[in-house]
């Protein structure tokens, strides 16, 4: 049942936090479709209605989605990566699209030093020890492997990447990168071939753009580049590391572990994981900070009142 009001019509994809949904919901006439027994049928009879979308970065906006609401003028994603919106359709319809990059650089970036940590260190690994009661019956736990002064390769110097790199200078690292082109401004080596780059360091974090240009960027070749005293770090998205490829790297120790927050599946992670203590498992979580959640779902408010109040977003994806 659909009531007129004067506040512009949202309609919200996918599940949101309640300190973004409580102000959407006072501000707009905002409307769940999960809330919808049949969403399609929902969308066939009222999708006409609504003028805008409010979404999440995993979630996106799909094509049938798209194509049933004619009046869309635009779209406000809660997260920084664009890989589940088709920008060019956007674009083509006019639909402007709002994102939230930069307030998550910072805890993006100490998710991937705290994997890089995590699995040198084998953190997790030492908790299930110690909760065992194995440390207490007295045997060893090994070593693990030094951080501080050691090789890191950055897949993706953008505006995450490059807070890696300085946090990563603060461990006394030798930094390189690879992107697609150099990036001006910066004394880090610029490493234009991938597997390059895996052969030189210890430690390989990857934080670049997801979608079909990036997929499967780390394949099987740049895994055994990275070798068996090299680690991975995937906090960009599943789809460009070659899942099943890292998988049997880890449990054939062609590399030595990874830290992941991000499948190429998810929800689902690979259950060949489950069993191997070489990897740190994650459930997508880099910018899950209080602080940081709050600040996307203020800018996915901002980049909403600023396009109905003169049309700019603070953030547009362009
Ligand atoms: P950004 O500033 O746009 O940086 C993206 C970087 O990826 C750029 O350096 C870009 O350089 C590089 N890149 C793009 N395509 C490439 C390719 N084919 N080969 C090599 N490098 C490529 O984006 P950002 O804000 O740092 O965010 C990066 C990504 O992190 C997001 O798109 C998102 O998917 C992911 N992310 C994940 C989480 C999480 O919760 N795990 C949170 C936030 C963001 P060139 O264009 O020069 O190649
Ligand atoms: C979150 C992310 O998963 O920003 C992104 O691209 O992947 C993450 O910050 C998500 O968008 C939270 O809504």
Request: some cysteine; glycine content about 10%.
């Amino acid at each position: 049942m659909t009531t007129p009001t004067d506040r512009p019509r949202l309609l919200q994809l996918g599940r949101l936090p309640p300190f973004l949904e409580g102000p959407l919901a006072e501000g707009y006439d905002l409307h769940r479709l999960a809330d919808e027994a049949d969403p399609a049928a929902f969308l066939a009879r009222h999708g006409a209605s609504f003028t805008g979308a409010v979404t999440s970065a995993g979630v996106g906006l799909d094509a049938p989605t798209l194509a049933a609401l004619p009046a869309l003028r635009v779209v406000s994603s809660m997260g920084v990566g664009l890989d589940r919106l088709d920008l060019p359709s956007l674009a083509a319809r006019g639909v402007a699209v709002g994102y939230t990059p930069d307030v998550l650089n910072d805890c993006v970036a100490d998710t991937a030093m705290a994997l890089v940590l995590a699995v040198a260190r084998r953190v997790v690994e030492a908790d299930r020890f110690v909760r065992a009661g194995r440390w207490a019956a007295g045997d060893g736990f090994g070593l693990g492997r030094r951080v501080s002064g050691a090789k890191l390769g950055i897949v993706g110097l953008g505006r995450i990447g490059r807070t890696i790199a300085r946090r990563a200078g603060g461990f006394d690292m030798a930094i390189r990168y690879h992107s697609r082109r150099p990036v001006a401004g910066v004394d880090w080596p610029h490493e234009p071939s991938l597997a390059a780059l895996a052969d030189w360091c210890d430690f390989l974090v990857v934080i670049t753009a997801g979608g079909a240009e990036t997929r499967h960027l780390v394949n099987a070749e740049v895994l055994d580049a990275l070798g068996p005293r090299g680690f991975l770090v995937n906090v960009a998205r599943g789809s460009v590391v070659d899942e099943a490829a890292l998988v049997r790297a880890l449990a054939e120790r062609r590399i030595a572990g990874a830290g992941l927050d991000v499948f190429e599946d998810e929800p689902r992670v690979p259950e060949a994981l489950f069993s191997l203590d070489n990897v740190v498992l994650l459930p997508h979580v880099a910018s899950a900070t209080d602080e940081t959640r709050r600040a996307m779902a203020q800018r996915v408010l901002d980049n909403l009142a600023g396009f109905y109040r003169d049309g700019r977003l603070v953030s547009a994806a362009s």
